[in-house]
């Protein structure tokens, strides 16, 4: 495979204005060049059975039993395609998901607000791309939440996506907002995508045309992982 | 097709998805081969503050210099003790810690590779990774290597972790501080 950089013009900021840890936990030295040799070109492949990857249902709380209750929320399905940069499918690829409950709570000490936790929502999980790098898992939709420490900065509801690829080089971990979301407007991290078209890469498409189950609203993201195929040398 | 765009981790990461993966030392079961090593020390940003609640990654191959991946025309020899990636957060410190092995050396295009683990930093208002690459060597200024040499001579030696102690049980103990911004920055690749 060949890697070449990230285009910037398609990716957020490193460094944005009203955020003041983008200013201090980015390097201030131009990032540097190197060969990518056979250390960037491996990454860690075949984990799901250490990791737990495997069909998920967010909506239900993971601990096993007779009757596992949903989660209060609206209903979500949530499925896509993960690729490299020619469209070919990436198989087998760990996707790790997280995400605030429907009133924007997450389980996580560093979270500081009150609202309510679900004891039937954990919002964490791992699923595996299928063959044709395909992937689908329930949820809830996540509720906004604030941050507490701007004094104003509402997150829109998102969901938090870390995918395994190939490579150390196609690792890849990312936030996705739902279409049609007023916060979506003033969100500090969507809109450090500047191009249009790079930013609706990080909104769920609705999906009118299947219904998931009978009450799952439908969403769909594909997911582009760096990468091409080495074309062969001119001879 | 363009790449999707990268996004930070954010602050709630579930802790359940680290817990565990800092030690390198077992896998299935099995212990890894080689020397076993820790590697520890402190996130920093601007102004020497702990970073904490951060996220590390490492990607390594094993004692052999093996990396357990089907383009490492070894890979079948791989060390079936050893998961070559790891995870560990930082605490309020900005402390983290990881246990593995030392690197084994290989040979890529004639030239011996100086052992060596790749990082990855994820982090609240890191919106994309940041990538570095940790050497081992005896003497620093020795060292040849075709990732190393890239890195500007004066600031190679900020890529050596510190052997904290050569005897008694602090042996293969390493410190390293990654300072993300400011004063002996650490050097990140592009990416």
């Not at chain 1, 075949?46 to 989660?71: H, I, K, M, N, T």
């Not at chain 1, 699923?127 to 898992?137: D, I, R, S, V």
């Not at chain 1, 507490?148 to 690829?165: A, V, Y």
């Not at chain 2, 570095?132 to 190393?148: C, G, K, M």
Request: aromatic share 10%.
């Amino acid at each position: 495979m060949d890697y070449q950089p990230y285009d910037d013009k398609t990716q957020l900021d490193r460094q944005i204005e009203r955020y003041p840890l983008s200013f201090t936990r980015n390097p201030s030295a131009p990032l540097i060049q190197r060969p990518l040799t056979l250390t960037e070109r491996t990454g860690p492949v075949g984990l799901e059975r250490e990791l737990g990857a495997g069909p998920l249902d967010l909506s239900r709380a993971c601990v096993e039993g007779p009757s596992r209750p949903r989660a209060v929320g609206q209903l979500i399905s949530v499925f896509g395609r993960v690729t490299d940069e020619d469209g070919s499918p990436i198989p087998n690829a760990i996707v790790e998901l997280w995400q605030a409950n429907s009133a924007g709570r997450y389980i996580h000490e560093m979270d500081k607000t009150d609202s309510p936790l679900d004891p039937n929502f954990t919002g964490q999980g791992r699923l595996l791309t299928g063959p044709e790098g395909e992937f689908q898992f329930y949820s809830v939709k996540p509720g906004a939440y604030p941050v507490l420490e701007s004094g104003w900065w509402w997150r829109p509801p998102h969901i938090h996506f870390s995918i395994f690829g190939v490579s150390w080089m196609d690792r890849y971990v990312t936030q996705i907002f739902f279409p049609g979301e007023p916060l979506n407007e003033t969100d500090l991290l969507l809109n450090a995508v500047h191009e249009r078209d790079a930013r609706n890469r990080l909104i769920f498409e609705y999906d009118s045309t299947s219904m998931g189950a009978v009450n799952a609203i439908s969403y769909r993201r594909d997911f582009v992982l760096r990468g091409h195929r080495q074309t062969p040398a001119l001879e | 097709m363009l790449p999707s765009p990268f996004c930070t981790i954010g602050p709630y990461f579930p802790y359940d998805f680290v817990d565990g993966l800092e030690d390198l030392t077992h896998f299935n079961g099995i212990a890894a081969q080689g020397r076993h090593i820790s590697i520890s020390g402190r996130l920093l940003e601007q102004g020497g503050k702990p970073t904490r609640n951060s996220i590390l990654e490492i990607w390594q191959p094993d004692a052999n210099g093996i990396f357990r991946h089907p383009l490492d025309p070894c890979h079948a020899q791989a060390d079936p003790g050893f998961r070559g990636w790891g995870r560990a957060r930082t605490d309020a410190q900005g402390n983290y810690g990881f246990r593995t092995v030392l690197p084994g050396s290989y040979s890529e295009n004639g030239c011996a590779r100086c052992p060596h683990i790749n990082v990855m930093i994820l982090a609240i208002g890191v919106t994309r990774r940041l990538v570095t690459t940790l050497f081992f060597a005896d003497s620093p200024e020795s060292v040849r290597d075709p990732v190393l040499d890239c890195v500007p001579e004066a600031s190679r030696a900020r890529l050596f972790p510190r052997l904290v102690s050569t005897s008694g049980a602090a042996a293969g103990e390493y410190h390293f501080d990654f300072i993300l911004r400011g004063g002996e920055e650490t050097p990140f690749f592009l990416d």
